[in-house]
């Protein structure tokens, strides 16, 4: 075992310590030539500008795509590059159909949301708004309180969802 020169363990242990269950490949030429980070072949158009009170608006389109109870209109509110961090599933979804997939489920609870507090950060072709929202179940009446982000990027004229992470208040379960 070959020690590093900037850690105390060896080699095979920081590789078996950040070991990576699953990673997606990507070329890098490709990435380097994209504007940022959220930017996908499809969203290199110029995106328009947006206000604060437009980024907050996004959260309804797609609030109103789960009152469809149709997880194909939610799942279409998301960039053809995506990731979907969902509150109740471990299971992160990276492509339309485990997006669909997730929202199928999800559904059957008839949920609708209520953005609590929110923060919205721009840039120049993307857009985010993190905060805390609250949904009603309205399959059982049941309230659910959680913290979510939303990196919105410009795709096929309109601005769809390029990240979603949702997580459940940790005080419901840290008690």
């Known amino acids: 075992m070959i020690a590093n020169k900037f850690s105390k363990f060896s080699r095979p242990v920081v590789a078996q310590a950040f070991r990576v269950a699953e990673t997606r490949s990507f070329d890098l030429k490709k990435f380097a030539a994209r504007r940022n980070f959220f930017a996908s072949a499809k969203s290199m158009a110029k995106a328009p500008a947006i206000a604060s009170s437009e980024v907050k608006e996004l959260f309804g389109l797609w609030n109103d795509a789960l009152a469809t109870l149709d997880a194909d209109s939610v799942a279409k509110r998301y960039a053809s590059t995506s990731v979907l961090l969902p509150t109740v ?30 923060n919205v950060i721009q840039g120049d072709d993307w857009c985010m708004d993190a905060g805390i929202y609250e949904f009603t179940m309205g399959a059982t009446g049941d309230k659910v309180k959680a913290r979510y982000t939303y990196v919105y990027t410009y795709e096929d004229s309109e601005w769809k969802i390029a990240h979603h992470h949702s997580s459940v208040m940790p005080e419901s379960f840290l008690g």
Do not use: A, N
């Open 89 to 118: 599933s471990d299971t992160p979804r990276t492509d339309y159909e485990g997006i669909k997939s997730y929202f199928v489920d999800f559904l059957e609870k008839k949920p609708q949301g209520v953005i609590l507090e929110s």
